[in-house]
């Protein structure tokens, strides 16, 4: 019985004179720092899910990819040699429509 009373965070009581309130600080402290190993591991595997599991390539060959489309707009030049506009002239005519439009949008900034 006593092992129970000490896992006990915190205990109440009502008496004529009010409420009688004790806590234990310890297993209080043991109850939070559960919460944080948790949210820690729950975090941890967010983090790991998101880059092995979304993303299977290396945050660094990201970088890399961006580095090379940020250079093909600063230097205007096209990599697929001409592919996207021969797609664009055979997709249906909303898409192509819709490609021009977001095409002016461009070209006004």
């Known amino acids: 019985m006593a092992e129970a009373h000490q896992a006990v965070a915190f205990q109440f ?6 409420i009688d309130l004790q806590l234990s ?3 209080l ?4 720092l559960s919460g944080l190993r948790s949210w820690k591991k729950r975090v941890s595997r967010l983090r ?3 880059i092995k599991g979304v993303y299977p390539a290396s945050p660094s060959s ?7 489309i940020l250079a093909t707009m600063y ?3 096209d990599p ?7 797609i664009q002239q055979h997709l249906p005519l909303r898409y192509t429509t819709a490609m021009s439009v977001a095409k002016c949008f461009k070209c006004a900034k």
């Open 13 to 18: 009581t009502i008496t004529p004179e009010g």
């Open 25 to 27: 600080y310890q297993a």
């Open 29 to 32: 402290n043991q109850i939070y």
């Open 48 to 50: 790991n899910s998101l």
């Open 62 to 68: 990201w970088l890399f990819v961006a580095i090379g």
């Open 75 to 77: 230097m205007q030049s």
């Open 80 to 86: 697929s040699m001409g592919l996207i506009t021969k």
